[in-house]
């Protein structure tokens, strides 16, 4: 059953364009979700994370968008840059009002080039 | 860097032997989680422990096991290896039990032959 879904397992930009990296979950109780950008033979590195409460959360090139009643959330990267080329990882956790354990879910990830 | 040291970085070994991977939270750190990554599978919850006890498991096998010492340094141990083993392991660490980041280590790539 997996409850994180990426359904694009690659995407190819053009650099300086806007790359947008989608996710869809399916259990209702996740409160919490993270995108996380990893590289060959290196161990995931956070980006940015948004909460239930909220349905937008930024961070410089990095916005994450989250639509509760669709169960869908969303990476845009702007403007893409070569370095950005990964792949990119989004997870869901249920217990940030809870006090539960903070397993996260992981999607199956989806591969991004950005072509100079 | 995250400042979540793994080792080893390599592991390779015959099946039917055991072996332990270790890992060193970042500063501060209580909970600790454990990660198991193979081609079919993805990232895969094992187990979190928070400050010396086991808060959570995921789909950890029998013959797996971990620990979490009380300078909150943690072991993952893995017996009877089957090829099915082969992985690449990784653990992560956040503050406290929920709501917060994980920030994971480099990972510790175990060949099972």
Known sequence: DQQVKQNSPSLSVQEGRISILNCDYTNSMFDYFLWYKKYPAEGPTFLISISSIKDKNEDGRFTVFLNKSAKHLSLHIVPSQPGDSAVYFCAASRGVYGGATNKLIFGTGTLLAVQP | DSGVTQTPKHLITATGQRVTLRCSPRSGDLSVYWYQQSLDQGLQFLIQYYNGEERAKGNILERFSA???PDLH???NLSSLELGDSALYFCASSP?????EQYF?????????
């Open chain 2, 67 to 69: 620990q979490q010492f």
């Open chain 2, 74 to 76: 943690s072991e993952l």
């Open chain 2, 96 to 100: 406290g039990l929920a709501g917060a």
């Open chain 2, 105 to 113: 280590g480099p990972g510790t790539r175990l060949t099972v032959t």
